[in-house]
């Protein structure tokens, strides 16, 4: 064992409770999770900043110390990167997001650049025993994933969030909605289901008015797949539903066709009964009308509105509304109309009206 001095420690390690002085050791298991420390090898100018722990942003430079976790991501906007079969000190692995997860990048984006190299400098050390100098490798969340939970949503309205893919509005509709029932009087906990670590999006959410946050990582998986996608909502929900909000939005990270595990969770009967509205973040109306296909045809939801950039303007809005049937509402200009409708839909009697 020996002590290293860590510059900036990645958000998707917030559960282990670092200090920037970590002790690592040199043995390493290559598995999903696994806390190491890297040293940065190279600069960049796009997609180069980090989320720390305290939820700010920081630029990374070459010869930063960097606390990351293992992990795989599949992004069609971002990197695509799996985690390797050894690890060891002096290897290089790559950043693949900005939440600090760690692999072999298989692909790039070309908006976003070659990703970050990293030095493998060894894997943070827990010690788990009280009065005892025995270290454990470091591993992401607050408790393990148990993957036969039930789901016990005790009569709380949920809203679920879907999208045709990455970056098609959905948190920015998720903080619209929350925003608008809070300012009503309604008491709204929010979760990130599916996706790769990374706090912003709940982060954003709480800014918005939700009380309690929740996100995959908490329970100890850095990337969401069809295998543990349906246990971390029915936890999440659980968990959630048990504080007694009066209502849960949760977003699907990614697109219904997406490797995350949005369409396991679509799939399970006993979630889609628990949904009491979804709304569909599109980025077009080709994708709006394929996703709200999808919804309908293949996992027998109807979504309740139909926003994102499909809804950008007026003419997107009209499309939506008379070939599709659904409400469409733009989260950025009408987000109080939006927030309104699914209201509406959910039969939410709010307290107040503003």
Same mark, same amino acid.
């Given at each position: 064992?020996?002590?290293? $001095? $860590?510059? #900036?420690?990645?958000?998707?390690?917030?559960?282990?409770?670092?200090?920037?002085?970590?002790?690592?050791?040199?043995?390493? @298991?290559?598995?999903?999770?696994?806390?190491?420390?890297?040293?940065?090898?190279?600069?960049?100018?796009?997609?180069?900043?980090?989320?720390?722990?305290?939820?700010?942003?920081?630029?990374?430079?070459?010869?930063?110390?960097?606390?990351?976790?293992?992990?795989?991501? #599949?992004?069609?906007? %971002?990197?695509?990167?799996?985690?390797?079969?050894?690890?060891?000190?002096?290897? =290089?692995?790559?950043?693949?997001?900005?939440?600090?997860?760690? %692999?072999?990048?298989?692909?790039?984006?070309?908006? #976003?650049?070659?990703?970050?190299?990293?030095?493998?400098?060894?894997?943070?050390?827990?010690?788990?025993?009280?009065?005892?100098?025995? %270290?454990?490798?470091?591993?992401?969340?607050? #408790? @393990?994933?148990?993957?036969?939970?039930?789901?016990?949503?005790?009569?709380? @309205?949920?809203?679920?969030?879907?999208?045709?893919?990455?970056?098609?509005?959905? =948190?920015?509709?998720?903080?619209?909605?929350?925003?608008?029932?809070?300012?009503?009087?309604?008491?709204?906990?929010?979760?990130?289901?599916?996706?790769?670590?990374?706090?912003?999006?709940?982060?954003?959410? &709480?800014?918005?008015?939700?009380?309690?946050?929740?996100?995959?990582?908490? +329970?100890?998986? $850095?990337?969401? /797949?069809?295998?543990?996608?349906?246990?971390?909502?029915? /936890?999440?929900?659980?968990?959630?539903?048990?504080?007694?909000?009066?209502?849960?939005?949760? &977003?699907?990270?990614?697109?219904?066709?997406?490797?995350?595990?949005?369409?396991?969770?679509?799939?399970?009967?006993?979630?889609?009964?628990?949904?009491?509205?979804?709304?569909?973040?599109?980025?077009?109306?080709?994708?709006?009308?394929?996703?709200?296909?999808?919804?309908? &045809?293949?996992?027998?939801?109807?979504?309740?509105?139909?926003?994102?950039?499909?809804?950008?303007?007026?003419?997107?809005? &009209?499309?939506?509304?008379?070939?599709?049937?659904?409400?469409?509402?733009?989260?950025?200009?009408?987000?109080?109309?939006?927030?309104?409708?699914?209201?509406?839909?959910?039969? +939410?009697?709010?307290?107040?009206?503003?």
């Amino acid at each position: 064992m020996r002590n290293i $001095v $860590v510059d #900036k420690l990645a958000s998707v390690t917030q559960a282990c409770g670092l200090s920037h002085e970590v002790r690592v050791a040199e043995e390493i @298991p290559a598995e999903e999770g696994v806390v190491v420390v890297v040293e940065v090898l190279n600069n960049k100018s796009t997609y180069n900043t980090l989320e720390l722990t305290s939820g700010r942003m920081a630029k990374v430079n070459k010869g930063d110390v960097v606390a990351g976790a293992l992990g795989h991501r #599949k992004a069609l906007f %971002g990197y695509s990167g799996h985690v390797p079969e050894a690890v060891r000190p002096g290897d =290089t692995i790559q950043m693949l997001n900005i939440g600090g997860v760690l %692999g072999i990048c298989d692909s790039i984006n070309p908006d #976003k650049g070659r990703p970050f190299d990293c030095r493998v400098l060894g894997v943070a050390l827990d010690f788990p025993y009280l009065g005892e100098r025995i %270290g454990v490798p470091a591993r992401v969340g607050y #408790k @393990p994933l148990d993957f036969g939970a039930t789901l016990d949503t005790a009569g709380v @309205p949920v809203v679920a969030l879907a999208g045709t893919c990455m970056e098609a509005g959905k =948190t920015a509709a998720a903080c619209a909605v929350i925003s608008r029932m809070r300012h009503r009087g309604l008491t709204v906990d929010a979760f990130k289901a599916t996706g790769v670590s990374l706090r912003r999006d709940i982060l954003a959410m &709480e800014d918005a008015g939700a009380r309690h946050c929740a996100i995959f990582t908490d +329970l100890g998986v $850095v990337t969401t /797949t069809r295998l543990n996608g349906p246990a971390l909502t029915r /936890t999440m929900l659980t968990e959630l539903a048990a504080g007694k909000p009066d209502v849960i939005v949760f &977003e699907l990270g990614d697109g219904i066709l997406g490797t995350y595990g949005v369409d396991a969770i679509l799939d399970c009967p006993d979630i889609r009964a628990a949904l009491s509205g979804v709304i569909l973040s599109a980025n077009d109306p080709v994708a709006a009308w394929g996703g709200v296909k999808l919804l309908r &045809e293949r996992f027998s939801t109807e979504p309740c509105v139909v926003t994102g950039p499909a809804t950008d303007n007026q003419v997107g809005v &009209e499309i939506i509304t008379r070939q599709l049937g659904v409400a469409g509402f733009n989260a950025l200009s009408s987000g109080a109309a939006l927030g309104d409708c699914v209201i509406a839909a959910l039969g +939410l009697k709010a307290a107040a009206a503003q």
